[in-house]
Each structure stands twice: as structure tokens, then as C-alpha cells.
């Protein structure tokens, strides 16, 4: 493929599905349709020798049903800090292009979207800690998110659950926990209390680095 590129960092996603979320396991989603927030950390990155590194991002999408049915629509969120270089660069990579078909979770969502609204280039304030399953996302008059880990409900202590995906095309690994969060942009979401889930993202334009 003409255009070589590689992402590492770390992703955080809160979706409308109970925890555990069985579109992981293709499964039916746990109300027949999917709502999503999803943000990113790039810890290293580059696009051909465009480095991304330190870069951060964020996608609201929604789909009427089934995400293997389609008819999604889909808002692409730019670090505002990124060179128009860097802007390209990475929109490239979120959208799915100049990467094998279906090899990455971003190939396969632009696959099923029917609506893709302009891309914005905002400030993005992202945390994620994997390991404590914690993440906080806010960008001003657009979304705010946050994650936290699952509590057991007999002890109310924190409880640790884990997805291993051996041939997954977004993470081999990911930590499972709570998120809640609304969006006022061009797709309003709002989830409380449901499926969260933080990963090590690391991707080039053949697919999930193991």
C-alpha cells in the first residue's frame, strides 16, 4: 500500500450496550441499535514521515440498527493542536482510508456509515488510564464523557473484567468498565451507566499490532 502509517496509544469508548457489550462477540447489540463515543490518545504515530505523535481524537457515531446493517452517520473530532499536515493525516486514518479493507476498527465503521458529517478540529481534553479503567473526555459544547471501573454489586468494591481478541481488528486486549456521556453535536447521544471499555490501540494500514 502506497501510504505506510502506525498508531500506538490508547483508546476509550462508551457505547449504549450493558457491560461487556455482545457486538464484541458478534452478537446482537443489547437494544438492537448502537450509540458510541470514542476517544484517543496517540502516544506514537506517524503517516508516511508525518508524525501524529501526541495527537488526540474522538468519533460520535449512530446507527438505526444492527452496525452491520449500516445506515450510520458518524462525527469525526480533530485535535486543534494538529498541522494541516497532521489534520490529514490522521482523518485519513479515523476514515479508514489507505488501509486494507476491513484490517482496522475505522475501515470497518466507514464501511457501514450512509451519513459522514464535516470533520471538526476542536480542542480535546482526554485522559485515559487503562489499568484503573478511568478516562475523562471533554470538548467544549460538544461531548463529555467519563469512565469508570464496574462495581461489584454484592461488596460495592471495584471489579476488573477483561475481552481478549486474538484476531480482533481494534485491540487484542481491553479492559471492561462503566461510562456515561452526552454529545450536542450533529449526533446527540446520551448514555448513563453503560458499556466502557479502554484499550491499547496499536494499528498500521494492515491491521492491529501484536
Not at 186 to 208: A, K, R, W, Y
Given at each position: 500500500m502506497a501510504d505506510q502509517w502506525m498508531i500506538k496509544g490508547r483508546e476509550y469508548g462508551n457505547c449504549n450496550c450493558d457491560q461487556g457489550c455482545p457486538c464484541q462477540f458478534n452478537a446482537p447489540s443489547t437494544h438492537g441499535h448502537c450509540q458510541a463515543v470514542v476517544a484517543g490518545i496517540i502516544d506514537e504515530g506517524h503517516f508516511g514521515d508525518c508524525d501524529i505523535a501526541g495527537l488526540h481524537w474522538a468519533l460520535i457515531a449512530k446507527w438505526p440498527g444492527e452496525i452491520a446493517e449500516g445506515n450510520g452517520e458518524i462525527e469525526t473530532v480533530i485535535d486543534d493542536r494538529a498541522s494541516t499536515a497532521q489534520r490529514d493525516a490522521l482523518g485519513k486514518i479515523l476514515k479508514g482510508e489507505s488501509t486494507a479493507p476491513g484490517a482496522t476498527i475505522f475501515s470497518v465503521l466507514s464501511s457501514t456509515m450512509s451519513t459522514v458529517h464535516d470533520t471538526l478540529y476542536r480542542p480535546i481534553d482526554v485522559s485515559i488510564d487503562i489499568d484503573a479503567r478511568r478516562a475523562n473526555l471533554t470538548i467544549a459544547g460538544l461531548v463529555e464523557s467519563t469512565g469508570t471501573p464496574m462495581k461489584n454489586p454484592f461488596t460495592g468494591e471495584n471489579s476488573r473484567a477483561q475481552i481478549h481478541l486474538p484476531n480482533g481488528f481494534e485491540y487484542t486486549y481491553a479492559e471492561i468498565g462503566v461510562g456515561t456521556s452526552k454529545?450536542?453535536?450533529?449526533?446527540?447521544?446520551?448514555?448513563?451507566?453503560?458499556?466502557?471499555?479502554?484499550?491499547?490501540?496499536?494499528?498500521?494500514?494492515?491491521?492491529?499490532i501484536r
Open positions: 454529545a450536542n453535536g450533529s449526533i446527540p447521544i446520551e448514555l448513563s451507566g453503560t458499556h466502557g471499555q479502554f484499550c491499547v490501540l496499536h494499528m498500521n494500514q494492515d491491521g492491529v
